[in-house]
């Protein structure tokens, strides 16, 4: 007996609501294989594929899912749904460092959304420009945009995206200097998370408090919170968030003296980070590999932190590309610093 495609795309999305991504993948394949062509079912497997995937850090994947739904709904005529998928595929271009084109679709989205008076739109897709502006380097921006889009969530009254806008304000709240701030953002949110039972939220908010006690010099306070979300992170199978709280967890290491412990990590985050082909990623591997090797090989370590340091400046990274540059300097000026407390 052939199974009810309808049947299996809402059982995915039931896992998928509960952050079971890995199982929901397979039904949502199986209902997309079943599902009549140019339907709707069939968007809507699409576009919950591109969501799931982006979850696990199958990006490219996701965006391909994003594309297709994009080109079924306008067939149907849908437009919220055709600006849906835009944003989707802007957030799988900014997980791989592409955001230019990310910041692009996002742009086009709110223009479309704000046409429609759709606010839940709009403040979704303000937070994923704002995520955007913070890889580009753009901080005041990213901070403007979390907050403009919290406020919007709050009247809304969407925990969720309340939640969301939270982390974001934790991580730009750090890179800024600010470890303070990031602390009570990522504390706020990760009681948010843990009241909706959101095992990604939970895991989001335990990494962006590791970081905050990290960037404070609390190093093994931060190993504690690291731990908790590298064991939630594995529930959902997310490689690209394990991978960068492995990164974060190797710099702790690394600040306690403990290189091959550090080495160890940022070797496995580098392999996630490629599989995922997450470039900023790299980036963060290439500079931190370059502080470990600078203290047996000074002239080695440069020269892997200056290759870390054009790939930043190529791709646009304005934070990344300030790290290496400042670690670059104390290499000249300072070396007995070194290693260098990253955000």
């Known amino acids: 007996m052939t199974a009810n495609p309808y049947t299996l795309f809402d059982r995915a999305e039931m896992k998928r ?153 934790g991580g730009a709240s750090r890179v800024a200097g600010k470890p303070n701030d990031s602390n009570r953002y990522y504390a706020e949110a990760n009681r948010v998370f843990r009241g909706l039972k959101d095992t990604f939220g939970v895991a989001y908010s335990y990494c962006g408090i590791a970081n905050s006690l990290r960037m404070n010099g609390d190093f093994r306070g931060s190993l504690v919170f690291f731990k908790k979300a590298k064991t939630n992170y594995r529930k959902i199978g997310d490689k690209v968030s394990y991978a960068y709280t492995l990164w974060g967890e190797g710099s702790s290491y690394q600040m306690l003296g403990k290189d091959a412990i550090a080495e160890e990590d940022f070797k496995r985050a580098e392999e996630l980070f490629k599989a995922t082909k997450d470039r900023r990623g790299l980036v963060y591997c290439l500079i931190s590999k370059g502080m470990l090797e600078f203290k047996k090989n000074p002239a080695k370590g440069k020269k892997t932190v200056s290759v870390a340091y054009d790939k930043a400046k190529k791709l646009g990274l304005g934070v990344e590309t300030r790290y290496a540059r400042e670690l670059l300097t104390a290499t000249e000026r300072e070396p007995g610093r070194l290693p260098l407390n990253l955000a």
């Open 17 to 169: 609501s509960l952050s079971k991504f890995l199982d929901a993948i397979p039904l949502y394949l199986e209902a997309r294989r079943l599902a009549p062509m140019d339907s709707e079912l069939r968007s809507a497997c699409y576009f919950s594929l591109g969501d799931t995937y982006r979850m696990v850090g199958e990006f490219t994947k996701a965006g391909k899912c994003y594309r297709e739904a994009h080109r079924l709904v306008l067939k149907l005529n849908d437009e919220t749904r055709a600006l849906d998928s835009l944003v989707g595929l802007g957030l799988s271009l900014r997980a791989t460092g592409e955001f230019k084109e990310a910041i692009a679709l996002f742009n086009k989205s709110l223009k479309g959304y704000g046409a429609l008076d759709d606010r839940a739109g709009v403040a979704f897709t303000l937070w994923a420009k704002a995520g955007a502006l913070r890889i580009k380097g753009d901080l005041k921006g990213a901070i403007e945009g979390f907050k403009e889009s919290k406020k919007v969530f709050g009247e809304l009254k969407d925990r969720s995206g309340v939640g969301y806008c939270l982390t974001g304000l």
